[in-house]
């Protein structure tokens, strides 16, 4: 058994993972670690770390193991690249083949919210994303579940949606707006089959794994299960599910609570949060040569203390960003990445959100005392966000720096976290935020909000653009009752539509991100190319159309938000809504 997380968190901090104190990431000496991972990823066979550790053996690990064992035996332990490729082409299948097309029965056409797009290029556009869920549907073959060990993919009984290109299994913060897209596509069995997917997770692991392979088991992925769950009872009102998983939904919490935890000291308070943190050792096995060579630039004692922390990074969505290298040495190098080290906006805005919904949840099953104790443990982490987080000067939330105690001050979407999750009391808080907004020149951005203003080269950075992160600030907005605040989300929805649409019409492809530099462009930057697909993309588009589809318009004009402007725009619409249709 491995040590416990809290124990291995603990060798972190004294630093002895440097002593080869931290387990690998799974158990397989395949797929996680080993000299075979390792020779075959520092041959760099493939312009992809991730394509090996997706291809499926052709017999029982013990075999292939003993194979490349003497193979190497012959070669000195150094096999050539040539040998290398011969032997995985005997021994492993092409990726992708555990997984097979899947088409969603409850695929239907014209849905409803497609009937509230005024424009027709949107409509018709709105139609074609619909269309994109069958391309996106997998399911899982039988011998992944008879063979479960010749296979990196992790075994789900039923089948999902994918993000799209390299990522072919599914993944977890990503498949909460797949669900809400699905849900307006009217395909509520898709979701629940999803969801059971994700409780079996937690069943077997304790937790949702990052996504369905097992090198990404020792690490997870913003927690939403609780709110997916909430926005499929809400569609559904299968009240039945929820009570058989309310349980499972309480074990998943209780990872974050037993393993991610961190003591916040202030104003002679103490404050109990959340942080990322992943104490498990070695290179991330998709990634392995860019984490060796990466280490090899660090001495021999700080590479396992690195690699924690890339895991980390993983684990936080934001693999990776400007966000969790400042403080550290060279704040523009990714070996200076300390993501656990930060105490993060949005992971606590999600949990404050799901400790919520938990007080909800078994209110409505009548379970009072549970009810209670969730009820309490929001309230004590609305007071830990507005004591840690907040800023009164600056009007937002920020990232608390543990180590060098203070709050990191850079914009990030993710710092408009706590709007979206509802995890605010002052009802002035909107007001703050968009005035927060207005000087940090973010509203001057017309093709969508950047994930950052600092260009390190990084995917989750300047120029990049991401749909989530989107959804964060608009429907964070457009639920105050502030007419202002709303006239401002649907700006910056009709920023994002625009720029999505016109990359569209000129690519029929939808991206994982956007650069928002020199008009709309597919993003870049990071470990991979840019990938197309794409599920929280299609959902997040999916989403904007229905809630604005009577205003939002494909011409050309993108609007520029110019903080005086801002005033004049709300007039304006108030007058349009005046005029007579």
């Known amino acids: 058994m491995h040590r416990k997380s809290w124990e291995l968190g603990l060798l972190l901090l004294l630093g002895l993972g440097s002593q080869g104190a931290l387990p690998p990431p799974c158990d397989s000496q395949i ?11 520092m041959a760099k066979l493939y312009q992809d770390d991730k394509q090996f550790v997706d291809m499926p053996l052709n017999s029982a690990p013990d075999q292939v193991l003993q194979h490349f064992r003497e193979l190497a035996a012959t070669h000195n332990q150094s096999i050539p690249p040539e040998q290398l490729r011969a032997f995985i082409q005997e021994h492993f299948q092409a990726g992708e083949q555990e997984l097979q097309p899947w088409t969603p029965e409850d695929w239907k056409d014209s849905p409803q919210f497609l009937q509230k797009i005024s424009d027709p290029k949107l409509r018709a556009w709105g139609g074609q994303l619909h269309e994109l869920w069958k391309r996106l549907g997998k399911k899982v073959k039988p011998e992944v579940l008879s063979h479960p060990e010749q296979f990196s993919l992790i075994y789900a009984a039923h089948p999902f949606i994918v993000p799209g290109g390299r990522f072919t299994e599914f993944y977890y913060w990503d498949s909460y707006w797949v669900m809400e897209g699905l849900l307006l596509s009217e395909m509520p069995r898709t979701v629940k089959g999803m969801l059971q997917n994700f409780l079996e997770l937690v069943r077997i692991y304790g937790h949702v794994p990052n996504g369905a392979r097992v090198y990404y088991l020792q690490r997870s992925q913003p927690p939403l299960l609780t709110l997916m769950m909430d926005r499929y009872v809400s569609h559904t009102n299968d009240t039945a599910f929820l009570r058989d998983s309310i349980g499972t939904l309480a074990l998943e919490l209780d990872f974050w609570t037993q393993n991610r935890t961190v003591s916040v000291s202030s104003g002679g308070k103490s404050y109990v949060l959340n942080h990322y943190a992943v104490p498990y050792g070695g290179p991330r096995p998709e990634s392995y040569s860019k984490d060796a060579e990466l280490a090899n630039t660090l001495p021999e004692g700080d590479r396992e203390t690195l690699w924690a ?8 969505g934001w693999d990776f960003s400007s966000r969790w290298l400042v403080g550290g040495p060279n704040p523009k190098l990714l070996s200076s990445t300390r993501t656990s080290k930060f105490v993060p906006v949005d992971l606590n805005a999600f949990l404050c959100q799901a400790e919520e919904l938990m007080s909800n949840f ?10 209670t104790k969730y009820r309490n443990l929001w309230q004590q982490r609305l007071t830990a966000m507005k004591a840690i987080l907040w800023d009164e000067e600056k009007g937002a939330w920020f990232d608390y720096d543990l180590e060098n105690r203070k709050k990191n001050l850079e914009f990030y979407p993710s710092n408009l976290t706590p709007l979206w999750s509802g995890c605010f009391s002052d009802p002035n808080v909107v007001d703050k935020v968009l005035k927060y907004l207005e000087d940090s020149q973010i509203l001057t951005y017309q093709y969508g909000i950047p994930t950052s203003l600092q260009n390190t080269g990084q995917q989750w950075d300047f120029p990049n653009a991401w ?14 009752p502030s007419p202002r605040a709303q006239e401002v989300a649907f700006q910056l929805a009709q920023n994002w539509v625009r720029t999505n649409f016109e990359v569209y019409s000129r690519d029929s492809a939808m991206y994982e991100k956007y650069d928002i530099s020199n008009g709309g462009q597919p993003g870049g930057g990071g470990e991979y190319e840019v990938q197309e697909g794409f599920g929280w993309t299609n959902g997040v588009v999916l989403m904007l159309l229905e809630r604005y589809g009577d205003r939002l318009s494909s011409g050309s004009q993108t609007v520029f938000l110019q903080p005086h402007c801002l005033t004049a725009a709300l007039l304006l619409s108030l007058l ?6």
């Not at 797929?31 to 990823?41: A, K, N, T």
């Not at 922390?309 to 936080?316: F, Y």
């Open 467 to 480: 749909a989530p992160l989107q959804d964060l600030v608009i429907r964070g907005l457009a639920k105050s």
């Open 309 to 316: 922390e890339l895991k980390a990074g993983a684990e936080s």
């Open 362 to 371: 078994y209110s409505s099953l009548g379970n009072s005392v549970q009810a």
């Open 31 to 41: 797929y996680c670690h080993g000299e075979l991972l390792h020779q075959v990823q």
């Open 576 to 581: 349009l809504g005046l005029l007579p249709q």
